[in-house]
């Protein structure tokens, strides 16, 4: 079958109302549908998609100016490869990484400080950002698991290696970890017609929890140095001491 017509079947969703299926097909024709994707050329894209990050209530570590730093090439770094996965093995995905891990880190630091929050490909200590963050994605892989649901359903996963530095105002590097995620199931399907947005939900998902972790490991060390106490409530916003991460 050409490659245009496989990809025209995988449009085909499975779509139920009050528990009837609105697509009355056999379930053969399904599984055929499904086994399909293993075979197909399909070249998919994806892209930031703020709808796919959690929508959580502020937790500010203090009113601090801080500075998100990624060089040129890692914030312009596309990332195209193919699943680590039988199923899906003849697909393609391009994604545009590095910006991902950049809306993705800029809305964690949007919700930590109380401050402005820039962004620059170099760190200068002359512009008085109390905290820099520099995130740096290690190893991205992704899956189309269909062997965990029998062949009847496909289960998307991804595995992120995320190194979270940061910095205080003169430079020096304060916390430094890095994150494996393991592996991470997104919500399980029948038939997609973008199948590359449901890697790349989990995905954003998987960014932001590994970044919201890293935050939650680096506060003590990073409120030490802003001169705050390390038991201050998070629903208490404190400005930092002057001088005190300072020469």
């Not at 595995?159 to 590097?173: F, H, K, P, R, T």
């Not at 995905?203 to 030490?224: G, I, M, N």
């Amino acid at each position: 079958m050409p490659t245009v017509a496989i990809c025209k079947l995988l449009l085909l969703s499975r779509q139920t109302t009050e528990g009837e299926t609105m697509i009355h097909a056999p379930r053969r024709l399904l599984v055929v549908s499904l086994s399909l994707l293993l075979f197909s050329g399909c070249a998919y894209e994806a892209g930031f998609n703020p709808t796919y990050l959690p929508d959580e209530p502020p937790e500010y570590l203090t009113a601090a100016d801080v500075v998100l730093v990624m060089p040129n090439e890692e914030e312009d770094f596309v990332w195209t490869g193919s699943p680590q996965s039988f199923t899906g093995g003849g697909t393609t995905l391009t994604i545009p990484l590095g910006f991902i891990v950049k809306e993705t880190s800029e809305e964690i630091l949007e919700d930590r400080f109380d401050g402005t929050v820039a962004f620059a490909n170099e760190f200068d200590t002359s512009k008085g950002y109390r905290v820099a963050l520099k995130p740096s994605v290690k190893r991205f892989e992704f899956l189309y698991n269909q062997l965990k649901n029998l062949g009847f359903a496909i289960t998307p996963q991804v595995e992120v290696d995320l190194q979270v530095e940061i910095l205080d105002e003169d430079g020096a590097s304060i916390f430094n970890q890095l994150y494996e995620s393991g592996r991470i199931s997104g919500d399980t399907y029948m038939v997609s017609g973008k199948p590359s947005e449901k890697v790349n939900e989990t995905l954003h998902r998987v960014l932001y929890d590994l970044l919201e972790q890293s935050f939650a490991d680096a506060r003590p060390v990073v409120l030490d140095r802003l001169g705050i106490p390390s038991d201050t409530p998070n629903d208490e916003i404190i400005r930092p001491v002057e001088g005190a991460g300072g020469k």
